[in-house]
T-cell receptor, first 116, second 112 residues
Framework: NAGVTQTPKFRILKIGQSMTLQCTQD?????MYWYRQDPGMGLKLIYY???????DKGEVPNGYNVSRSTTEDFPLRLELAAPSQTSVYFC???????????????FGSGTRLTVV | TQLLEQSPQFLSIQEGENLTVYCNSS?????LQWYRQEPGEGPVLLVT?????EVKKLKRLTFQFGDARKDSSLHITAAQPGDTGLYLC????????????FGEGTQLTVNP
């Protein structure tokens, strides 16, 4: 059981380049999330999805895009990379049903991105 | 403004000491979770609390959810070097569904 798998682990981009961060989960979780983590700033939600075909913006969506064509995959697209997007990116998934509280997240091991 | 305030931000103690980490907010949460993160890895869920006043124990770790569901604490007894890591609290509000808001974290170092 792999859980949440993120690729690549590390990437260096030049300003203006584009890339896709891959995320896949094998737990049949309906909810998936993308967070970025900057030193001393905790985790900030970029985008999330409550199921295939449904996505929505989080706190810091500018400069990013997502899609959710299957339950398993939730790629994050960076268009026109900027130095402000240098960060560690985490994908997570959770199971959630209406009226229930407190399902924990399973996180991937992260992608460390540097934009130069 | 950070919705969840964690304190202290950094904590360095000797093996065998006890410690408490706090997570505070002016908002009410439907559930609150604690995670531990080690360098180069994603956060790992330690516990979820959903009821005001709830206390959960995980070996030497004791978690408490405030009566008003606005705050939580994590107490570690007889800390060990293996407890070293970044501890994150995260809360879900009624209006946010399963979306979590994370605190900034407490970096704990336990020295042998």
């Amino acid at each position: 059981n792999a859980g949440v798998t993120q690729t690549p682990k590390f990437r260096i981009l030049k300003i203006g380049q584009s890339m896709t961060l891959q995320c896949t989960q094998d737990m049949n979780h309906n909810y998936m999330y993308w967070y970025r983590q900057d030193p001393g700033m905790g985790l900030k939600l970029i985008y999330y999805s409550v199921g295939a075909g449904i996505t929505d913006k989080g706190e810091v969506p500018n400069g990013y895009n997502v899609s959710r064509s299957t339950t398993e995959d939730f790629p994050l697209r960076l268009e026109l990379a900027a130095p402000s997007q240098t960060s560690v990116y985490f994908c997570a998934s959770s199971y959630s049903i209406a009226g229930a509280r407190g399902y924990g997240y399973t996180f991937g091991s992260g992608t460390r991105l540097t934009v130069v | 403004t950070q919705l969840l305030e964690q304190s202290p931000q950094f904590l360095s103690i000797q093996e065998g000491e006890n410690l408490t980490v706090y997570c505070n907010s002016s908002s009410v949460f439907s559930s609150l979770q604690w995670y531990r993160q080690e360098p180069g890895e994603g956060p790992v869920l330690l516990v979820t609390v959903v009821t005001g006043g709830e206390v959960k124990k995980l070996k030497r770790l004791t978690f408490q959810f405030g009566d008003a569901r606005k705050d939580s604490s994590l107490h570690i007894t007889a800390a060990q070097p293996g407890d070293t890591g970044l501890y994150l609290c995260a809360g879900a509000q009624e209006t946010s569904g399963s979306r979590l808001t994370f605190g900034e974290g407490t970096q704990l170092t336990v020295n042998p």
